[in-house]
Each structure stands twice: as structure tokens, then as C-alpha cells.
């Protein structure tokens, strides 16, 4: 097994996370607000964030015109369009289903990844990778049947999801993770725009509780988890990326606990065992190549 550094460890726990509030933070959220105004609000207040982020930090947001442009297509595809879809989603299923559908995207990332960036994927990886598939089957299973519809918008989401990691990783090599991410929140604040007059109305009655969810979609899983994630591209191959997705369930769930005392079945104690020991496998396998600092 390859050496991984304690940077990428910690960059990659902080990953897993922030996006696993997400979840709980789009159903607080949806308390109170439509889909389409929590990405529009996301938008404008996650833009304002990574501006003020990135003013602290010292880091230029400045970009070629090329590089701007990729950045904000890429994001409307893995930031906008994604939060939209997982948005309407979640509104129609449960989170267990939500989250069993939407981690199939590492499936498409994985082939994506073999097939465009030339990425050599050994045997163990694409095992443990089903294993863990196995363990988000589990969790989802474990909390009913879903809307048909909710099926459909989740498949989508992955898709976005998926394709999103592979075509940001070459983007990465010549970029900042916050630049980068900051241009592909900011023109949502544009191509959501319509959203304004939902957005009026709902925002004076919204509960405490939808302000919270909202707050943590845009600093924690946003301008944190976002990225976070885009760094880890830099530091890794995206097949390893692209396994932090199905950490992510068992950390919801482990919120849900501590946020809403709700206590796992048998059935999602087992689906969390077998989705940890996927990913435990897949991180192992070992890819011949030149070795590097922060190779994992």
C-alpha cells in the first residue's frame, strides 16, 4: 500500500465531512424554500463567501479568459446543476435512497477518468468499489421506496456529479482549488435569477432552522467542501477521489444521530461496516507509477 501524507488525510477526512451536512442541511433548508431558490441563494451568498475567503488567504481570483470560461461551465454542470437536481430530488425521496442513487456517480467518474485522463484503475480498486456499492444498497434500502420521478433526478445527479470530478482534474494543474471553485459558483447567481420572486416570498416567513441549512450549504459544504474536493484532485488520481463519495452516507447518518437522536437500524449499522470496508480495499490497491509527496 502506498504512503499517503497526513495533508492529504486531513484533507480528505475535512471532505467526507462537510459533504456529508449537505444532506441533512437541504432538508432543513427545504423547510422553508423551494429547490430552485436554495441553489439561487447558494449562489449569491457562497459567491460573497469565496470572495471573502480568498481576500483572507491572499489568493488571486484572477484567470485567463479560457481557463474562467471552462471553470464556469464546469461548475454550472458539478455546482449548480447538481444542487438543483439533488435539491428536487430530496424533496421527493428519503436520504437514505437520495444518497444510494447519487453514489453511483464514482462509477462514472472511474470510467470517465480511464477513458479521458488515461488513468490506470487496478482490479482491487473496481472491487472494493462495488463492495462499497453493496453498503450504500443497504442504506438506502433501509428507509422505504422513493418517487419514480426522485429516481430519475438522482441518476441525473450522479451524471453531473460524476463528470464534474473528471473534467475539473486537468483544469486543476494550472489553477487554484478557491479560484476555480469561485468561478463556477458565481454565474449561478445569473442563470438563477428567476428565482428572485420565489426567493422574495419565502425568505420572510423562513424558519431559523431552513437559514441554518442554508448557511451550512454555503460555508460549510460550499466554500468547504468544494473546495476541499478540488484540491484533492490536485493531490490524487481522481479514481481515489471519487471514493470519498461513499463515506459520505455514514457520516450523514452519524449527523443524524447527533442532530435529531435518530438511531440507525441493524440494516444501516452493517450497510456503514460493508461501505467502510469497500473503500478500506479500494484505497489500498496500488497503481504502478512515479511516486510523488502527497501520492495516496
Not at 10 to 25: C, D, I, K, M, N
Not at 112 to 132: D, H, K, Q, T
Not at 175 to 192: K, M, R, S, Y
Request: with cysteine.
Amino acid at each position: 500500500m502506498s504512503s499517503t501524507s497526513p495533508k492529504t488525510i486531513a484533507v480528505f477526512a475535512l471532505t467526507v465531512a462537510f459533504f456529508g451536512s449537505s444532506f441533512p442541511a437541504i432538508k432543513a433548508a427545504e423547510q422553508s424554500f423551494s429547490p430552485v431558490s436554495i441553489v439561487f441563494l447558494r449562489a449569491v451568498l457562497a459567491t460573497i463567501a469565496l470572495a471573502a475567503l480568498a481576500a483572507v488567504l491572499g489568493v488571486s481570483l484572477r484567470m485567463p479568459m479560457r481557463d474562467l470560461v471552462i471553470s464556469a461551465a464546469i461548475g454550472q454542470l458539478g455546482i449548480s446543476l447538481f444542487q438543483l437536481i439533488l435539491n428536487s430530488a430530496i424533496a421527493l425521496t428519503s436520504v437514505g435512497v437520495a444518497s444510494t442513487l447519487v453514489n453511483t456517480a464514482p462509477l462514472i467518474s472511474l470510467g470517465l477518468s480511464a477513458l479521458l485522463l488515461r488513468e490506470r484503475i487496478p482490479l482491487l480498486r473496481w472491487v472494493g468499489v462495488f463492495i462499497s456499492i453493496g453498503g450504500i444498497y443497504l442504506l438506502g434500502t433501509s428507509t422505504g421506496v422513493t418517487d419514480s420521478r426522485g429516481v430519475v433526478l438522482l441518476l441525473i445527479a450522479a451524471l453531473s456529479l460524476g463528470t464534474y470530478s473528471v473534467l475539473l482534474k486537468p483544469l486543476l494543474q494550472r489553477q487554484n482549488p478557491l479560484a476555480v471553485t469561485f468561478h463556477g459558483t458565481w454565474p449561478g447567481i445569473f442563470l438563477f435569477a428567476w428565482a428572485i420572486p420565489s426567493v422574495s416570498r419565502e425568505s420572510p416567513d423562513a424558519t431559523a432552522a431552513a437559514w441554518l441549512g442554508v448557511a451550512v450549504l454555503v460555508i460549510v459544504v460550499t466554500c468547504g467542501g468544494y473546495v476541499l474536493l478540488a484540491r484533492l484532485l490536485q493531490l490524487l488520481p481522481v479514481s481515489r477521489v471519487v471514493l470519498y463519495y461513499y463515506l459520505v452516507p455514514p457520516v450523514a447518518i452519524l449527523y443524524s444521530m447527533i442532530l435529531f437522536r435518530e438511531l440507525p437500524s441493524t440494516r444501516e449499522v452493517l450497510g456503514v461496516i460493508v461501505v467502510i470496508a469497500g473503500v478500506a480495499l479500494a484505497m489500498s490497491a496500488r497503481v504502478p507509477q512515479a511516486k510523488s509527496p502527497d501520492a495516496m
